[in-house]
């Protein structure tokens, strides 16, 4: 049992040097992928809401913004992303007249 520490303890002794170097290098590409990871889901989230912020159908005047219908002409597909592009949107008339 003696001999199999003295292995283990010369084993230790003779990995040491280069466990410094290589957790230094494991905890830089841990914080270096975690980066990675949230500059790309910062980067997909702005792509994400650029894209829903081209839905119409506020501006619409056929929008109703009724919980039981949003949109008498596309109940289906009113404010998803099915919408951009709809050819029946009309821009509403909301000027106040004075």
Aim: hydrophobic share 45%.
């Amino acid at each position: 049992m003696a001999l199999f520490f003295s292995l283990l303890r010369g084993l230790i002794y003779a990995i040491q040097p280069f466990l410094t170097p290589l957790c230094f290098v494991i905890a830089w590409g841990i914080v270096v992928i975690v980066g990675w990871s949230m500059i790309a889901a910062l980067r997909d989230g702005v792509k994400q809401v650029k894209q829903l912020h081209q839905i119409p159908c506020a501006d619409c005047q056929f929008f109703t913004n009724s919980h039981y219908l949003k949109c008498p002409v596309h109940p289906s597909m009113a404010l998803s992303e099915e919408a951009i592009g709809c050819r029946d949107y009309q821009a509403s008339s909301q000027s106040s007249d004075s």
